[in-house]
Each structure stands twice: as structure tokens, then as C-alpha cells.
């Protein structure tokens, strides 16, 4: 089985600046793209950011200059440093990953729980 737990969120202050996480376990062979989606109250889940395995990078033009994804494949691991917060930005965040496993021939997309963040004006 393959968990995605992502941390960092919290409550910030419009202009502040905050770093989620999402870590990957389990008995992963590898791990191609992975992801932030946020999805505010009301609204449907929209992509943030993506990141392929080599590093090549795509962002929403809501975010783009403000936010940057970025991974460490030796820990399994991918960030979303997130600079100057609008109210706009309150959501909760997820993260995904299209990894395969050992036990497996193909990859498959895993979702996290999702992490909280909240932009005070």
C-alpha cells in the first residue's frame, strides 16, 4: 500500500509565506509525475502545480511567481513553497503522485488527505 501525507499548513497572514510537504511510503519502485490541487469551500478541486520526474515544472497562472514546487526523489518527497499568500489561496491542498509499485508493471495516481491553509486579510 502507498500513503501521501502532506504538513505544512496553517494559518497565515495576507503577504506571509508558508511550505507544504507531501511524503510518499510504502513499497514504491518509482515515482513519476506528482501534484497540488487545492480546493476552496464551494469550489471544485483545481490544479496548483506539477512536477515530472526530471523536474519539469507547471504551474496555474494564479500562482505562477508566487509559488514553487519542487521534489527530492531520494526521500520521496515534494514541496510547495508558497510566497506572498492572498485570501484567494485559503483551500485545502492536496497532493498526488503517479507512482508504481514493486508489486506492480504500471503506475497509479494516489491521492492525500489534504492539508488546511488559511490566508487571513
Known amino acids: 500500500q502507498v500513503q501521501l501525507v502532506e504538513s505544512g499548513g496553517g494559518l497565515v497572514q495576507a503577504g506571509g509565506s508558508l511550505r507544504l510537504s507531501c511524503a510518499a511510503s510504502g513499497s514504491i519502485f518509482s515515482i513519476n509525475a506528482m501534484g497540488w490541487y487545492r480546493q476552496a469551500p464551494g469550489n471544485q478541486r483545481e490544479l496548483v502545480a506539477t512536477?515530472?520526474?526530471?523536474?519539469?515544472?507547471n504551474y496555474a497562472d494564479s500562482v505562477k511567481g508566487r509559488f514553487t514546487i519542487s521534489r527530492d526523489n531520494a526521500k520521496n518527497t515534494m514541496y510547495l513553497q508558497m510566497n506572498s499568500l492572498k485570501p484567494e489561496d485559503t483551500a485545502v491542498y492536496y497532493c498526488?503522485?503517479?507512482?508504481?509499485?514493486?508489486?506492480?508493471?504500471?503506475?497509479?495516481?494516489?491521492w492525500g488527505k489534504g492539508t488546511l491553509v488559511t490566508v487571513s486579510s
Open positions: 512536477i515530472a520526474s526530471g523536474g519539469s515544472t
Open positions: 498526488n503522485a503517479d507512482i508504481r509499485l514493486y508489486s506492480l508493471s504500471y503506475a497509479k495516481r494516489y
